[in-house]
C-alpha cells in the first residue's frame, strides 16, 4: 500500500524508500549483539587502502572530525555505510540546533549539575572533572568555529538551559545557524555546510562502506578497520587514529532490549544507526556509559515506515488516553526532552504497560487544521524520506490514521472501551464549555471541542531523538577500556558514548558533535604516524 512517499530516483536505495518491517510499529532489524569473537581482527598481511586518520560514520561528528584532523595536517578519509543518495544522518534530520554556551564558567557549574544521575545525590554524579572541563572550554566556541569556517550568522533558539534553578543555567544558549537568505537553517542546511568544508578540502568519503571490525596490532592499538565494500571485505589502515563517529543504537532491536528501560521504544532519526560502533568499541574492549540516558517525547511509528515521526499536536480538538481509553495528564504537558517518561509506568498488579500504547485521539477539525507531524525535521521534513499531506488525507487513507463516524466505532477499532473513550471525550467538552479542564487544567487556549466526524487516532509510542549510551570516553575523547585505560590510538565523538547524564537543552547534542568533533579530529592528528 502506498503511504504519499516519493519515489525513487534511480534503481539503487534511495532515503524516499518505504522499507517493510513487522511488529508493533518498529521496523525490523536483524538482531546485532557482540560478535562472536571477543577479540579485534588481527592485522592482515596486506592492506586494500590507507590513511592517516580513518573517520567512521559521516554525520556531523564525522564531518568536524574530518575537517579538524585534515586542517591538523593529516590525511583523513570518511566511509560512510549509506549510499550517498541515501544519507540519512540524524544531523541532517534533526532541527538544526546547536548549544553554544556563553562562558566557561557557567557551563562548568550547570553541569555540576547535569553530570548527576540524580540532581539530589552528589555521589551521582558520572562525568569526570577534566571531561566536564573540556567539554565547557570547547562549546562555548561552536559559534566562533563555524563562523571561522564561513557562517554569516545565527538565530537563537533558547536563551537558557532547561531548568532555572540550575547554577549557570541562563547561559546554556542554543542557536541555528543563518541560511544566506537570512532564515534559520535546520539540520539538512547544518549538514550541508559542514559536507562543503569536507569536500572543499578534497577529503575522501567512501560511500556503501560499513565498518564491522577494528584491527588490532599485538600491543592492542587499533591500527585500523574491516569494511564491506560491494560485497567484498577489505581492510582500511590508520597510520595515526581510528574515530568512531557511528551514531548510536537507535534501531538494534537486540541492544534495546538489554539497554532500555521498556519495549518497545521507537526513535526518528538514522534507520542505519543500528549500533555498529558500540559494537566495534565493544569488540575490542570499551568500556560502556549512558547506556540509559535518554531524550524525547511520543513519537508516531508505523510498521512500513522505517523511523517514526514527532508529533506536531499543536492546540484544538484532540486528546491523548491510555489504553484504558482514560485521560492521564494535560495533553500540554506529555512533551519536551523527557516526555517519553509519561509512558513508563508500570501495572504491578497486572504486569503490563498501561500506556504502551496511548492514542492520540482527535475530530474532523484538527485533522484539516494541517500535519499532525512535525515537517520542519525528521522523515517529513526538508530530507525528504516522506511527504505528510497538508490534511493528514494520506494517512487517513493509506491507514496509518485510523477513523469512524462514532467515537464508540473508534473506539472498537483501536481496542480501548468505547463507554471510558466517549466519557473522557465528554468531560473534555465540558471543560472547555465552562472554561475549565477540571480533569487536567489543561489551559483553555489550547482547546476545542472534540466533537465534529469523523473522529481519528495514532498510536503514540515512548519514543526517543536518539541514543547517547556507548563507549566511555575521556577528555582527549579516547575511548576507554574497562580498567579506565585509554583504548590506544581509537576515539570517538558524537553520540556515540555522548557524556551526557541530564540533557542540558535543545542542540547539546549537535553542540557535542562540534565541540568533540574538534577534540577527537586535534588528538587524532596528534598522534605520530606509525609505519605499516
Given amino acids: 500500500m502506498t503511504h504519499h512517499a516519493k519515489t525513487k530516483s534511480q534503481s539503487s536505495t534511495t532515503r524516499r524508500d518505504v522499507i517493510k518491517g513487522a511488529g508493533v510499529g518498529i521496523a525490523v532489524v536483524a538482531a546485532s549483539g557482540t560478535p562472536a569473537l571477543a577479540s579485534p581482527l588481527p592485522v592482515p598481511e596486506s592492506w586494500d587502502a590507507e590513511t592517516d586518520v580513518l573517520v567512521i560514520g559521516y554525520g556531523g561528528a564525522g564531518a568536524v572530525t574530518a575537517v579538524t584532523a ?277 501495572d504491578t498488579v497486572n504486569y503490563t504497560w498501561p500506556r504502551i500504547p496511548t492514542w492520540f485521539v482527535f475530530d474532523e477539525k484538527r485533522r484539516q487544521a494541517g500535519p499532525i507531524v512535525w515537517t520542519a525535521f525528521g522523515a517529513a521534513g526538508p530530507i525528504g524520506m516522506y511527504d505528510w499531506s497538508d490534511d493528514n488525507s494520506a494517512e487517513v487513507e493509506s491507514g496509518w490514521i485510523s477513523s469512524s463516524d462514532t467515537l464508540e466505532g473508534l473506539a472498537a477499532k483501536i481496542g480501548v472501551a468505547p463507554d471510558a473513550l466517549t466519557d473522557e471525550v465528554r468531560g473534555f467538552n465540558a471543560g472547555h464549555g465552562r472554561g475549565r479542564d477540571r480533569a487536567f487544567d489543561r489551559p483553555m487556549n489550547t482547546i476545542a471541542p472534540l466533537n465534529t466526524p469523523p473522529y481519528y487516532a495514532v498510536p503514540l509510542w515512548p519514543g526517543l531523538n536518539n541514543t547517547f549510551g556507548g563507549p566511555r570516553r575521556n577528555a582527549k575523547s579516547q575511548i576507554l577500556d574497562t580498567f579506565g585505560a585509554p583504548i590506544e590510538r581509537l576515539y570517538s565523538a558524537g553520540e556515540l558514548g555522548s557524556i551526557f547524564v541530564q540533557y542540558p537543552q535543545g542542540g547539546a547534542n549537535i553542540g557535542e558533535c562540534l565541540a568533540f568533533g574538534r577534540i577527537a579530529g586535534a588528538n587524532a592528528a596528534a598522534e605520530s604516524p606509525r609505519d605499516a
Fill in 70 to 346: 585534515h586542517d591538523a595536517g593529516a590525511r583523513v578519509m570518511v566511509i560512510e555505510k549509506q549510499a550517498e543518495d541515501a544519507h540519512t544522518s540524524n544531523t541532517q534530520m534533526c532541527l538544526g540546533v546547536f548549544l553554544s554556551p556563553d562562558t566557561v564558567e557557567d557551563t562548568l557549574a550547570y553541569m555540576s549539575v547535569a553530570s548527576l544521575v540524580n540532581v539530589d545525590m552528589p555521589e551521582s554524579k558520572d562525568i569526570d572533572d577534566d571531561t566536564i572541563r573540556v567539554w565547557a572550554e570547547e562549546s562555548v566556541k561552536n559559534r566562533d568555529w563555524l563562523t571561522a569556517m564561513g557562517a554569516t550568522g545565527f538565530e537563537m533558539f533558547s536563551n537558557a538551559g532547561r531548568d532555572s534553578d540550575w547554577p549557570g543555567n541562563d547561559a546554556i544558549k542554543a542557536y541555528q545557524m543563518k541560511k544566506p537568505d537570512g532564515t534559520a537553517g535546520v539540520g539538512v542546511d547544518l549538514f550541508a555546510f559542514l559536507d562543503g568544508l569536507v569536500q572543499e578540502r578534497g577529503i575522501e568519503v567512501r560511500w556503501n562502506t560499513p565498518a564491522n571490525r577494528l584491527i588490532a596490532d599485538p600491543s592492542g592499538a587499533i591500527v585500523g578497520v574491516r569494511v564491506l565494500q560491494d560485497g567484498v571485505e577489505k581492510s582500511i589502515r590508520a597510520a595515526r587514529a581510528v574515530v568512531l563517529t557511528t551514531g548510536g543504537y537507535e534501531f538494534d532491536q537486540a541492544a534495546h532490549r538489554t539497554y532500555l528501560p521498556s519495549y518497545p521504544m521507537v526513535f526518528y532519526g538514522n534507520p542505519d544507526n543500528t549500533g555498529d560502533g558500540l559494537r566495534m568499541a565493544q569488540d575490542v574492549g570499551a568500556d560502556l556509559w549512558h547506556m540509559t540516558v535518554l531524550g524525547g517525547g511520543f513519537k508516531f511509528k508505523f510498521d512500513d515506515f522505517p523511523t517514526a515521526f514527532a508529533p506536531s499536536f499543536g492546540t484544538g480538538s484532540y486528546v491523548i488516553v491510555d489504553r484504558s481509553g482514560r485521560r492521564f495528564n494535560s495533553e500540554t504537558k506529555l512533551g519536551g526532552y523527557s516526555g517519553y517518561w509519561n509512558a513508563l509506568v508500570y
